[in-house]
Every structure is written in C-alpha cells, then in structure tokens.
C-alpha cells in the first residue's frame, strides 16, 4: 500500500502524518504522550480533517483545545491507553407532560448543541427531541418540546430568504398555538436576524427566543447546553412576548441575559458574553432557577394566537461605513448599481467630509434614500450641531437617532419592500417599532470597563473567582 492511502486505525491521515503514526505503532483515538522540539503533549489522537494538510497530528489535550504538532519535529510517542470513537449522539425519548408549555425549536445552523465530527472537521448539531434531551436532560424538566430544521447554514449565510421562510413559519407556529418559540442560530449575524424578526413579525403573544453559542458542545468551555437551557426557560415561562436574543451574560457559567433584538450587538469575536444591549439595558436576566427582569416596559405574553407579520424585504440597500479620506466615487458606484438606499455610518454625530457631497446630491437627485446612523455604535446621531451635519440634511441625509448602524439596515430593507415614497419611507424609518429608536440612553446604558485604571481593577477584585 502506498504511504499516501490512509489505513485502518489513521483515519484520513496521509503522508509525513501517517508515517509518524505508522513509525510509533499508534492510531487514532489512541492517548499519547508526544515528545517534540518544542516540548512534552499529552491528549487524544483525533482523526485528520478533510481540509486539513499531511504534515501535522491533531491533539486534544486535557483542556479540551486541540493543537496540531508537525510530524517533522516528533521525537517519540507513547501510547498510555486508548478511546472508542463515539460519533453519534446518545438519543433518548423526550417525555412528554400535558401540564407543560408546549415549545417548538427552529433550527438554522449554528453550534448550539452539537458535536464535532473530527474526520471532516465539521460541527454536527444534536437537533431532533431525542437528540437533545440525550445532550440537555434538563430541557425536559422545562417544556415539551418539538425541533424543525428549517435551514443549516453558517450564520454569514443567512439573508432575506432565510428571513422570510423564518418569519412565515414562526407565524405557522404562533397560529397552532405554541407557547414559546426558541431558534437556533450561529452567532457572527445573530443579531441581523433579531432586528428582522422584530419588524417582520410584531406583536407576537409569545416569547420568540434566539440563541446560540460561541464554543461548541465538545469543549469543556462551551456556552451551549446553559445558554439552551436559559432560552428554553424564557421561551416557556417568560412573560415577554418579544423577539430576544439569550446567551451568557458573564464569561462564567452563571446567567444568561435576554437581550432586545434590535437593540443588540455581537461585541466580540470569542467570549461567550459577546453579545450587549447597546444605549440601554436588557430586559431581564436568566438562570436555570427562573427569569428576572430589569424592567417593565416589555410587551407582554398573551393568550391568543394573534400576530402581524409583514415579510416585506428590499436587497436594494447596502450599510456604508465612512472612513477619513473618503471619495465619492465609492458612494456613486452603489447609485450606478441600482441602490435604492443607502445607510451611512458616519464619524461623531454623524458626520461624512465634503468630498461626498457631491454624491450625496446625486443621490438625492436620483431618488435614493439616504440615512445617516453613528459609528460610535454608542449614541445619537446629531447633525444639527455643527455645519457639516446642517448642510448634509439639505442634501437630503435624514438622521436615524440611537438606531444602531446594522439595525437601520435591516430596517430600511424592509420598508423599501413595502414602499418606495419619500415621505412614506421617512415615516416608517422614524415610527419606533421595537425599541430601535430610544428617547435617551440611561445613565448605566453605556458601560464600558477599561483594564488598568485604579477605580476599574478594584471593581475587578471584588467579582473576580
């Protein structure tokens, strides 16, 4: 057999990789100590990747990371034991109790419950009831619960189509009369899709729960099964009758928060408190005891089965962000394109240089709908303050108040789906429909803690563990 076909025991391992493996009389799933240039690694053999190169072995180590060491530098391997591989997920039955909410999961891709699958390196969700009562036992204490994969896609994959199918279903749901709505979603866009629901689906008599996780279910720091089961328990005994976004509140596995969807940001790339109500606060905190809210200005569950949904979508708009030295021809490339709106997110309060000028008329004159939001992300666009904002609106610039910058987008997507009158257009972009727009920011609804100063590390020793 040649040294480039793999062999029983080396799943997908080729190459330098396979010879290593070959030369020390190991396999995968075998636990090994490796001695390499570079030091001593204890941890699981797992199988190659599909897309992975021939020229290293992955780890797992103790902590759960996996690392890749090059075959070339490995001096010794030492087999202490070894594991059986288990791909599938145990399923059990989900029992069923006529006393509980009824709750129904959409699935759209993402890694909320799931495992991963080392030969082709992708993550496999557990998603059927039984598959996720096998992972999350504790979800049975809570509902009964019903799953439907309606997509299974990354995040950056999902748009006006998914929105649409999404919202159509959530309504189907609403209408045979479910008690609460949780979705499954991949993170990086979560939130786009929040502030699409919220529009596309208002007035809802239940909780519509949106949730994923940051670190997937085979990592002994994943966000999973909590940030599930906190969904779960808003979904069926919240009484916020809301599009939300639930994921860990702290980095340690102590609450979630329920966030409104048009007023949340994913704020991170990797912490699993990544997402953040911005210019204000989240609605209520939630732990496997229950569900505490911070406020009282939420639409309320109800018991009818009554909803309006409005799937209009426009993907004529783009979200430009301004940067110092910008040209107008940036801006009249999306006019030649055919764009019927465009956000902005401008410097300080708002604000684009006068080299844009000439865009912004041309886009006035070409009946374009031009909106002017912060890159801040924090605050309220205020364009009567200084000339440059002043001149600006008399070029047809119309600003946006404290609406976040991807909010306004998904925003003036949908109104442009319903209409194209100036006036008619400024109405709907300026008619509040889910908190995106606020009268002001509490005073604790900008917080943000920088690392070093005397006032900050003392806060920090206090809550640290």
């Given at each position: 057999?040649?040294?480039?076909?793999?062999?029983?025991?080396?799943?997908?391992?080729?190459?330098?990789?396979?010879?290593?493996?070959?030369?020390?009389?190991?396999?995968?799933?075998?636990?090994?100590?490796?001695?390499?240039?570079?030091?001593?690694?204890?941890?699981?053999?797992?199988?190659?990747?599909?897309?992975?190169?021939?020229?290293?072995?992955?780890?797992?180590?103790?902590?759960?990371?996996?690392?890749?060491?090059?075959?070339?530098?490995?001096?010794?391997?030492?087999?202490?034991?070894?594991?059986?591989?288990?791909?599938?997920?145990?399923?059990?039955?989900?029992?069923?109790?006529?006393?509980?909410?009824?709750i129904v999961l959409f699935g759209t891709g993402g890694t909320i419950a799931s495992r991963l699958d080392y030969r082709t390196g992708a993550v496999i969700p557990a998603f059927s009831p039984g598959e996720l009562y096998g992972s999350v036992p504790e979800l049975a204490d809570l509902c009964n619960l019903k799953?439907?994969?309606?997509?299974?896609?990354?995040?950056?994959?999902?748009?006006?189509?998914?929105?649409?199918?999404?919202?159509?279903?959530?309504?189907?749901?609403?209408?045979?009369?479910?008690?609460?709505?949780?979705?499954?979603?991949?993170?990086?866009?979560?939130?786009?899709?929040?502030?699409?629901?919220?529009?596309?689906?208002?007035?809802?008599?239940?909780?519509?729960?949106?949730?994923?996780?940051?670190?997937?279910?085979d990592r002994p720091s994943s966000d999973a099964a909590l940030s599930l089961i906190c969904a779960v328990t808003a979904a069926a005994q919240c009484d916020i009758a809301e599009v939300m976004v639930c994921m860990f509140g702290p980095t340690s596995d102590q609450y979630c928060l329920l966030h409104r969807g048009?007023?949340?940001?994913k704020m991170h790339s990797s912490y699993r408190s990544t997402f953040r109500t911005i210019g204000d606060i989240p609605l209520a905190m939630v732990d496997q005891q229950g569900i505490t809210p911070f406020r009282d200005d939420y639409k309320r569950r109800r018991s009818d089965h009554l909803v309006r949904l409005?799937?209009?979508?426009?993907?004529?708009?783009?979200?430009?962000?301004?940067?110092?030295?910008?040209?107008?021809?940036?801006?009249?490339?999306?006019?030649?394109?055919?764009?019927?709106?465009?956000?902005?997110?401008?410097?300080?309060?708002?604000?684009?240089?006068?080299?844009?000028?000439?865009?912004?008329?041309?886009?006035?004159?070409?009946?374009?709908?031009?909106?002017?939001?912060?890159?801040?992300?924090?605050?309220?666009?205020?364009?009567?303050?200084?000339?440059?904002?002043?001149?600006?609106?008399?070029?047809?610039?119309?600003?946006?108040?404290?609406?976040?910058?991807?909010?306004?987008?998904?925003?003036?997507?949908?109104?442009?789906?319903?209409?194209?009158?100036?006036?008619?257009?400024?109405?709907?972009?300026?008619?509040?429909?889910?908190?995106?727009?606020?009268?002001?920011?509490?005073?604790?609804?900008?917080?943000?803690?920088?690392?070093?100063?005397?006032?900050?590390?003392?806060?920090?020793?206090?809550?640290?563990?």
């Amino acid at each position: 057999m040649s040294e480039s076909a793999p062999t029983e025991g080396h799943d997908g391992y080729r190459g330098p990789g396979l010879a290593v493996l070959q030369r020390h009389g190991v396999t995968v799933w075998s636990e090994v100590e490796i001695k390499a240039a570079s030091g001593r690694f204890r941890g699981l053999i797992l199988p190659r990747s599909e897309t992975a190169d021939d020229h290293h072995i992955v780890l797992k180590l103790a902590s759960g990371y996996n690392i890749g060491l090059a075959a070339e530098v490995i001096q010794q391997i030492t087999q202490h034991g070894r594991r059986v591989a288990q791909y599938k997920i145990p399923e059990k039955e989900f029992p069923t109790d006529p006393s509980k909410p009824n709750i129904v999961l959409f699935g759209t891709g993402g890694t909320i419950a799931s495992r991963l699958d080392y030969r082709t390196g992708a993550v496999i969700p557990a998603f059927s009831p039984g598959e996720l009562y096998g992972s999350v036992p504790e979800l049975a204490d809570l509902c009964n619960l019903k799953t439907e994969k309606l997509f299974g896609v990354f995040s950056e994959n999902m748009g006006p189509q998914q929105y649409v199918c999404l919202a159509k279903r959530i309504g189907e749901a609403i209408a045979d009369g479910v008690d609460g709505i949780v979705i499954g979603h991949g993170t990086d866009t979560m939130h786009h899709t929040a502030a699409a629901l919220t529009f596309m689906v208002q007035d809802p008599p239940i909780p519509i729960v949106m949730v994923g996780s940051q670190r997937s279910s085979d990592r002994p720091s994943s966000d999973a099964a909590l940030s599930l089961i906190c969904a779960v328990t808003a979904a069926a005994q919240c009484d916020i009758a809301e599009v939300m976004v639930c994921m860990f509140g702290p980095t340690s596995d102590q609450y979630c928060l329920l966030h409104r969807g048009t007023r949340v940001r994913k704020m991170h790339s990797s912490y699993r408190s990544t997402f953040r109500t911005i210019g204000d606060i989240p609605l209520a905190m939630v732990d496997q005891q229950g569900i505490t809210p911070f406020r009282d200005d939420y639409k309320r569950r109800r018991s009818d089965h009554l909803v309006r949904l409005n799937t209009a979508y426009s993907e004529d708009v783009t979200l430009l962000y301004y940067y110092p030295g910008m040209k107008p021809d940036v801006m009249e490339a999306m006019i030649e394109k055919g764009y019927r709106g465009i956000v902005i997110a401008g410097t300080g309060l708002g604000h684009v240089n006068k080299l844009t000028y000439r865009a912004l008329e041309r886009a006035r004159d070409k009946g374009v709908h031009v909106y002017m939001t912060v890159q801040t992300i924090w605050g309220f666009v205020g364009m009567y303050v200084y000339e440059t904002g002043r001149e600006m609106m008399e070029l047809g610039v119309i600003p946006l108040a404290n609406m976040l910058p991807e909010v306004a987008f998904i925003k003036l997507s949908w109104v442009l789906g319903q209409t194209d009158d100036r006036d008619e257009v400024k109405r709907l972009m300026l008619t509040t429909i889910g908190d995106e727009i606020t009268e002001r920011e509490p005073y604790n609804g900008y917080l943000v803690y920088q690392g070093a100063v005397p006032e900050v590390q003392e806060f920090l020793r206090k809550i640290k563990h």
